[in-house]
């Protein structure tokens, strides 16, 4: 049995204080994991951006496509590598990511629009949107030398300018971004999303960063999962990493949240992506879901 309407008008009542706390006021969302593999999943996720934008919100989307460029590199009989969570980017992997990002970003941007707001696709290169430089890696071997790892067209922000992303949202578009940035010589660069997200955020000094992941949270043990923490402070999140809590995917998440509110961002968010409307879940109730990161 649906809800009646007395039922339905509490709840939007209920949301009433957050629309008009967040209104005017830019969220910076980093959708990816493999709920983007999920149809259902994808459109409720576009479906909540759709809603803050008509409610006054000025989210800005920013997509991974690790899932995706995996499955087509597998098709081309190219093996994946991963280095502390990074992908080994050489120059025929730099030409995949760029092409499955481009779909990405443009099969997004299409869903958005559909659902009747005007969305436009970006990457780093618009606008000299995101100026990057080549990301080496140090790791410690088992005889306790340190060496470089070479990643190979993996880059890491090195600079923002958002002039573009500001234009697109003073005329009221949804802008939707794809982690690409460009190096010194121009080259093409693919960059962690996470990384991308908080660096957005923090240039357009957006009132909230969320991340949509494939766990609940950040939990005070990995190994239980009824230990999720709904708030975790920056000092926090740094001995959760010492003792190995967080450790893996989680690592760029939480760094890039970190980065985020050094930046002046209000808050990041890491929550759930596989639950459906878990933005609207997290931004619009008083319980919310996943963890709060906070200055």
């Known amino acids: 049995m649906g809800l009646s309407a007395i039922e339905k008008a509490a709840i939007l009542i209920e949301a009433l204080p957050y629309i008009k706390e967040f209104y005017g006021k830019t969220v910076v969302v980093k959708y990816g994991g493999h709920a983007m593999l999920n149809g259902d999943l994808k459109r409720a996720v576009m479906q909540d951006l759709v809603l803050m934008r008509f409610v006054g919100m000025n989210p800005v989307l920013v997509h991974g496509g690790g899932p995706e460029i995996t499955q087509l590199l597998q098709r081309l009989g190219k093996k994946s590598e991963f280095v502390q969570g990074q992908r080994v980017t050489d120059r025929e992997t730099m030409e995949v990511v760029e092409m499955v990002l481009g779909k990405v970003n443009k099969d997004l941007v299409a869903q958005i629009n559909q659902l009747g707001a005007k969305a436009v696709g970006l990457s780093g290169k618009d606008g000299a949107l995101i100026r990057a430089r080549r990301k080496l890696l140090r790791r410690t071997d088992t ?69 949509l992941t494939d766990v609940e949270g950040v939990f005070a043990s990995a190994d239980d999962r009824s230990t999720l923490l709904s708030t975790v402070t920056a000092g926090e999140v740094q001995q959760l990493i010492d003792r190995g809590a967080i450790a893996g995917g989680m690592i760029p998440k939480v760094e890039c949240c970190l980065a985020a509110l050094a930046g002046g961002v209000g808050r990041a968010h890491i929550i759930d992506g596989r639950l459906p409307h878990s933005i609207l879940l997290e931004i619009f109730t008083r319980e919310g879901i996943g963890t709060m990161v906070v200055p």
């Open 143 to 211: 005889d306790g030398r340190e060496t470089t790892v070479d990643l190979g067209f993996v880059g890491e922000v090195e600079s923002v300018n958002p002039g573009i992303l500001n234009t697109m949202i003073e005329h009221g578009y949804l802008p939707v971004v794809a982690p690409i940035g460009v190096g010194p010589e121009g080259e093409t660069l693919n960059i962690n999303a996470d990384y991308v997200a908080g660096s957005l955020a923090a240039a357009l000094r957006a009132d909230k960063l969320v991340l």
